[in-house]
């Protein structure tokens, strides 16, 4: 099984800057597709990025992209989120998750495709 431990959260200004670790254990990270989602207080889980498990092909939502970019470092089994020109509506719990999807199914924005799941880390932007 899996676990999964984000950091790197915490409270930034409009337009700062702010990079989020997800870190695995129990497993080999290479062989997942890797995900960010977020939840802010009353609202849906939203998907955020994604990337294919060699790292070549990544996804991101409309709101986010241009400012997010999504990597990972197979070797040291983690991804990482660079969350640049942060606006207050960015601020949210992010999590990260991990699932074993096809190439033809990528990327699935769907939370219940994805197996394994972080406890997540707050992320707020002041204005």
């Known amino acids: 099984q899996v676990q999964l431990e984000e950091s790197g959260g915490g409270l930034v200004e409009a337009g700062g800057s702010l990079r989020l670790s997800c870190v695995a254990s129990?497993?080999?990270?290479?062989?997942?597709?890797v995900a960010w989602f977020r939840q802010a207080p009353g609202q849906e889980r939203e998907f955020v990025t994604a990337?294919?498990?060699?790292?070549?092909?990544?996804a991101y939502a409309d709101s986010v992209k241009g400012r997010f970019t999504i990597s990972r470092a197979n070797a040291k089994n983690t991804a990482y989120l660079q969350m640049n020109s942060l606006k207050p509506e960015d601020t949210a719990v992010y999590y990260c998750?991990?699932?074993?999807?096809?190439?033809?199914?990528?990327?699935?924005?769907?939370?219940?495709?994805?197996?394994?799941w972080g406890q997540g880390t707050q992320v707020t932007v002041s204005s």
């Open positions: 990337i294919w498990r060699s790292g070549g092909n990544t």
């Open positions: 998750a991990v699932g074993r999807h096809i190439l033809s199914n990528f990327p699935n924005a769907q939370p219940g495709s994805y197996a394994y």
């Open positions: 129990g497993g080999t990270l290479a062989n997942y597709v």
